[in-house]
């Protein structure tokens, strides 16, 4: 049976996984990304493990700005001198496989869409929202990355800001802008500086008001959103979503008192795929290549 490596490579964590023609994932490696030791650093952690895998044809989902060739085009600081990197010949050369490489959130989105919560769906609006915040269109069953590749860029629009929150001084964003979304409702955003996986734990009021009030401003902005692309699903993922009601109770209650009537009913789902999500795109995208391959 062949196989598929499937590559997420985000500015905390990197995972390398090898997953079948069906999306089942047989074998996984996560380690921390050397986000600040540089592209070479990265991609040595990545053919550390991924050369030992059997696979036919590699996908990548990357944080950052992707064009057609697998070239970064535009990154945050969350991984340094990530921009301009040839990812896909580098990685080809080094793995001596086809490789194929997008943006993470619109790899998330092709595995969601083939075998997670928006499978069926003609349109959906896909949102991570970890270190950073992400989004991917999906439009006829196809996900859209625009002329760019910026397609879906959620996290760096401006926030829709509640009129009724009190006001605080504007966040700057990763990118270097004033406010926008990803400045508000990321992990780093909401925590702080404090390990996001223990703010639940702490349940203090501060903690509790951040989260409240990150899960407004996020539902405010997509009830915006929705409004605009009117998608058959919403579907939520990435590692802040793993805050539960906190988060996305206040984001639900925003993001249909915003939206107009009939997009505010968008089915609101958290995907499917959890944590693999990436992984399983990535590789199904490998698939969709290679099969091209052995048709021409």
């Known amino acids: ?129 970890g270190t950073g915040i992400g989004g991917a269109l999906v439009c006829d069953g196809v996900v859209r990355h625009g002329r760019t590749g910026m397609a879906g860029s959620i996290g760096h629009v401006p926030a829709l800001v509640p009129p009724d929150l009190p006001a605080e001084p504007v966040p700057r964003c990763p990118c270097g802008a004033l406010g926008h979304l990803e400045a508000y409702a990321s992990g780093p955003a909401i925590a702080g500086g404090a390990p996001l996986e223990r703010l639940a734990e702490r349940g203090d009021a501060a903690t509790l008001r951040a989260i409240h009030r990150a899960g407004l401003i996020l539902g405010h902005t997509l009830g915006a959103y929705v409004t605009l692309l009117d998608p058959d699903v919403l579907v939520l993922g990435g590692g802040v979503t793993g805050l539960g009601a906190l988060l996305l109770e206040p984001a639900e209650r925003a993001l249909r008192a915003q939206a107009r009537p009939g997009p505010a009913a968008v089915p609101l789902r958290t995907a499917a795929l959890g944590t693999d999500g990436v992984l399983v795109g990535a590789a199904t995208l490998a698939q969709r290549m290679a099969q091209k391959e052995v048709t021409r």
Not at 5 to 23: E, F, S
Request: proline share 3%; charged share 15%.
């Open 1 to 129: 049976m062949s196989a598929y490596l499937g590559v997420d490579i985000g500015g905390t964590k990197t995972a390398v996984g090898l997953v079948g023609a069906d999306g089942t994932v047989l074998a996984r490696h996560v380690a921390e990304t050397p986000a600040k030791e540089g592209p070479a650093a990265i991609v040595d952690a990545v053919v550390a493990v991924a050369a030992g895998m059997p696979a036919v044809a590699c996908g990548v989902g990357t944080a950052g700005t992707v064009d057609d060739h697998g070239r970064i085009t535009a990154s945050t600081d969350s991984l340094a001198a990530w921009e301009g990197t040839d990812l896909r010949s580098v990685l080809a050369t080094r793995l001596g496989l086809p490789v194929v490489v997008v943006n993470d959130v619109h790899a998330m989105a092709v595995g969601e869409t083939v075998h997670g919560a928006a499978a069926g769906a003609r349109d959906a609006f896909v949102v991570a929202i």
